[in-house]
């Protein structure tokens, strides 16, 4: 991974995010990060939200926050609001009965995963989602997990066929074929207007940034992404200095700078 200094801030034309972690930082988003965003929107840059977050906070995010759309569940939809138009729109990947299948099949993965490790819980966010389980090993778990048992956890996620990605704060898992990335290229391209990402950046901390690390010609990881080393068979090409909502405000003064 190299340093942050390498990248050209004139090549980008827009920014995709993840947010716990690489906006945040110990779980708040800090003014700087905040300012950060703002300061692209105004640039006409724009900044879509990447998260492994719920649907329930996507709608918030994408209505108050001064970005060009949210890509939620590790990538099951998209949301974005058309503040002049007074538009809320979105694209999902699964139909409702998909959605509601899915619903009942992770019911049976939730009972399987707190039985084999007992000191995980259900995410707090989870009332908020609509295609995925989230099971927290360090948001609000005391102590945080161990590694073994996060590898417990995505083991009986995979053993039930599902996807399970790990992300800074959760393991998530789901059943059906998508991804951050294939939203992300989905939005570039049907939203945004952009045939590829070869003018876009993406910033991210953690092994679910994986396939975006792999694709995206200027990946960048905030500096915590070295906690994660040992999981990441595609790093980010670039890295901050600084870790969470600090290294994406490096990020956004780099791009600024063009």
């Given at each position: 991974?190299?340093?942050?200094?390498e990248?050209?801030g004139?090549?980008?034309?827009?920014?995709?995010?993840?947010?716990?972690?690489t906006?945040?930082?110990?779980?708040?988003?800090?003014?700087?990060?905040?300012?950060?965003?703002?300061?692209?929107?105004?640039?006409?840059?724009?900044?879509?939200?990447?998260?492994?977050?719920?649907?329930?906070?996507?709608?918030?995010?994408?209505?108050?926050?001064?970005?060009?759309?949210?890509?939620?569940?590790?990538?099951?939809?998209?949301?974005?609001?058309?503040?002049?138009?007074?538009?809320?729109?979105?694209?999902?990947?699964?139909?409702q009965?998909?959605?509601?299948?899915?619903?009942?099949?992770?019911?049976?993965?939730?009972?399987?995963?707190?039985?084999?490790?007992?000191?995980?819980?259900?995410?707090?966010?989870?009332?908020?989602?609509?295609?995925?389980?989230?099971?927290?090993?360090?948001?609000?778990?005391?102590?945080?997990?161990?590694?073994?048992?996060?590898?417990?956890?995505?083991?009986?996620?995979e053993?039930?066929?599902?996807?399970?990605?790990?992300?800074?704060?959760?393991?998530?898992?789901?059943?059906?074929?998508?991804?951050?990335?294939?939203?992300?290229?989905r939005?570039?391209?049907?939203?945004?207007?952009?045939?590829?990402?070869?003018?876009?950046?993406?910033?991210?901390?953690?092994?679910?940034?994986?396939?975006?690390?792999?694709?995206?010609?200027?990946?960048?990881?905030?500096?915590?992404?070295?906690?994660?080393?040992?999981?990441?068979?595609?790093?980010?090409?670039?890295?901050?200095?600084?870790?969470?909502?600090?290294?994406?405000?490096?990020?956004?003064?780099?791009?600024?700078?063009?």
């Amino acid at each position: 991974m190299r340093p942050l200094v390498e990248l050209d801030g004139g090549a980008i034309d827009a920014i995709f995010t993840d947010i716990d972690d690489t906006l945040t930082t110990e779980g708040l988003v800090e003014a700087e990060a905040f300012a950060a965003i703002w300061d692209l929107h105004r640039a006409n840059i724009p900044v879509v939200l990447v998260t492994g977050r719920p649907a329930g906070w996507c709608d918030h995010l994408a209505r108050m926050w001064p970005v060009a759309g949210v890509i939620g569940e590790n990538g099951a939809f998209w949301m974005r609001y058309l503040r002049e138009a007074r538009r809320f729109e979105s694209i999902f990947v699964l139909e409702q009965q998909e959605r509601d299948a899915q619903v009942a099949r992770l019911a049976t993965v939730k009972d399987a995963i707190l039985a084999a490790v007992p000191n995980a819980r259900v995410a707090s966010d989870q009332p908020f989602r609509i295609h995925d389980l989230a099971i927290d090993f360090c948001e609000d778990v005391v102590p945080p997990l161990s590694a073994a048992e996060i590898d417990r956890i995505v083991a009986v996620f995979e053993a039930h066929g599902a996807i399970a990605k790990v992300s800074s704060i959760h393991v998530n898992g789901w059943f059906g074929r998508y991804d951050k990335l294939g939203m992300i290229e989905r939005f570039a391209r049907e939203v945004l207007g952009m045939p590829d990402l070869s003018r876009a950046a993406y910033v991210g901390d953690s092994p679910n940034d994986e396939p975006a690390f792999r694709a995206f010609e200027h990946a960048i990881g905030v500096a915590n992404v070295r906690d994660f080393a040992a999981r990441l068979v595609h790093p980010p090409k670039l890295v901050t200095e600084a870790r969470g909502g600090r290294g994406f405000a490096e990020v956004a003064a780099q791009v600024l700078r063009r």
